[in-house]
């Protein structure tokens, strides 16, 4: 059928299927792609480690480390509060948010390929001067370089592996960003439980200072990487995308998948400006919803908290400082292996029946870490000492719900919204994502403390009952796109039974580029 949709009465009667098979040059190219995540991980996972090591919180916040080090004060709850010790670890998001902003534009004028290189450099300049700080401002700056360097890993990263993945292996490969992440917080993880037992008390520097490494990787690996055929498609590179669709699809036959992205540049050809388009325009009203929404609930379901101040959240809990790194690799560790099962099931059991599982026992045990805090610490905070079966008991939950996140709103939250938009307003879209993403990281982590401070256990109650809204809105508004080529992903939207009512102007962009090849076959 030439690889367009066809509709009759709003109803999807065919979509094209793509002939191929997987090669090792794009088994090698996705995972060098997904390398881009490495740097979000680490940062994830170095942050509170570092904030948790005495000589660090003594030479930049030392009215907490007083506080830490006071005799008299066994408020849990309070121990680390400190808008500057949230500020070094949330100014990282609030400068990824605005990157991610202006990266869209260089990903759509000049490819994936060079936001990944761009984001390598940015990143490394940012550890060195995190590594060599000697004053808060200095640490500041650095946390903001990493954030420009997120912003745009982060916003080309997921596109980069849907558009180069084949469609039946988008939803796993896809998730290999979200494994790099978990593979990143994990090194940092085990990194921080090192440089914590070195004497002199520059550990610290050590910690942040091997954030480089990753940006070497992802910069070396951008320097080999080609560009997606869409975006080579996109930029008016014909001849070169259609040879390489060839290469990393193993066939000679690809004249489907390649007329799909030459009607999707022809819709983008009829868009004059993607970001007023995206937000002004009906048709992509779905798929613009699920971009701000999802990261939002991805966000609310207090995740961050657990990762970037694991080690500080479980010696507010109690634990001695080794016992918190300890917990905090862990997690780690639970995170990395259960992401493990989004990679095997997004593909055979679709995204959406991953969102609802993990919802549910995400909600779960969040509501069971609430009660068991609760009941042990009260409102007051005051406790000296914590048996060892609770701590265990804490852990195990904590363990049980990060399991859950990862095998579902951890890696589908970036693969969902990198799938579902157009070409002509993908790399706008995205950007609005990973600004979403960013946006609501920042403020997260801007508040946690003073949150946890002033709300105690119900700041649990808080993020399980966005929980159970993020869980509830999947159930009724979330369509299934496994399988589906991101090129025809708006048929899922135009049978929707809420979101067809977008979908049916004749002016729209797709409308008008169907009514086009039509005109085209028929001449």
């Not at 509170?48 to 709850?77: C, H, W």
């Amino acid at each position: 059928m030439g690889g367009l949709m066809i509709f009759k009465n709003n109803d999807i009667i065919d979509f094209a299927s793509y002939p191929g098979k997987l090669t090792p040059y794009v088994l090698l190219t996705v995972l060098a792609g997904a390398a881009g995540g490495l740097i979000f991980g680490y940062d994830l996972g170095i942050s509170g480690g570092v904030t948790s090591m005495a000589p660090f919180l003594e030479k930049f916040f030392p009215d907490v480390y007083e506080r830490q080090q006071s005799i008299t004060s066994t408020n849990q709850y309070c121990k680390f509060n400190s808008p500057t010790l949230q500020l070094f670890t949330s100014s990282l998001y609030l400068a990824a948010l605005f990157a991610s902003l202006a990266a869209g534009e260089v990903t759509k004028k000049f490819g994936r390929r060079i936001s990944m290189m761009m984001a390598g450099f940015i990143f490394l300049f940012g550890a060195a001067l995190n590594a060599g700080a000697v004053h808060l401002s200095m640490l500041i700056l650095g946390r903001i370089l990493l954030g420009i360097g997120i912003g745009f890993a982060n916003q080309s990263v997921p596109l980069y592996l849907s558009e180069m993945s084949p469609y039946n292996y988008r939803g796993r490969f896809n998730i290999c960003f979200q494994l790099m992440i978990t593979i990143g917080i994990l090194c940092a993880n085990l990194i921080n439980f090192g440089t914590a037992k070195i004497s002199g008390g520059w550990g610290w520097r050590l910690s942040l200072g091997l954030a480089g490494v990753p940006a070497v990787i992802i910069l070396i690996a951008s320097f080999f990487l080609s560009d997606t055929p869409n975006s080579m498609v996109q930029r008016g590179r014909e001849i070169e995308a259609k040879a390489l669709l060839k290469r990393i699809r193993g066939v000679d036959d690809v004249d489907t998948e390649f007329n799909d992205m030459l009607a999707a540049k022809n819709e983008a050809d009829l868009v004059e400006s993607p970001w007023r388009n995206l937000f002004g325009t009906k048709c992509y009203r779905p798929q613009l919803a699920m971009s701000i929404l999802i990261p939002f609930f991805q966000q609310f379901t207090g995740i961050n908290v657990i990762m970037f101040y694991a080690p500080v959240l479980f010696q507010s809990l109690g634990f001695g400082s080794d016992a918190s790194l300890i917990s905090s690799v862990i997690t780690g560790v639970v995170n990395m292996f259960a992401t493990g099962v989004s990679i095997y099931g997004s593909d055979r059991w679709g995204r959406r029946s991953l969102f609802l599982e993990g919802g549910v026992q995400m909600f779960i045990f969040q509501s069971l870490i609430a009660g068991l805090i609760g009941w042990r610490f009260g409102v007051s905070g005051n406790v000296t000492d914590i048996p060892f079966w609770f701590a265990a008991v804490v852990v195990v939950c904590i363990c049980v719900y990060v399991m859950g996140f990862a095998w579902s709103w951890g890696p589908l939250g970036w693969l969902y919204p990198s799938e579902i938009f157009p070409l002509e307003v993908r790399s706008a879209a995205q950007s609005v994502t990973v600004a979403v993403n960013m946006a609501f990281t920042f403020i997260v982590g801007q508040c946690f403390l003073t949150m946890l401070c002033s709300m105690k256990y119900g700041l649990f109650i808080f993020f399980a009952f966005f929980v159970a809204v993020m869980t509830l809105f999947c159930y009724f508004f979330m369509p299934e796109t496994k399988n589906i080529p991101i090129e025809e992903m708006t048929q899922v939207w135009r049978s929707h039974w809420f979101w067809k009512r977008f979908m049916n102007e004749p002016n729209d962009p797709v409308n008008k580029a169907i009514a086009m090849n039509k005109l085209r076959d028929r001449v």
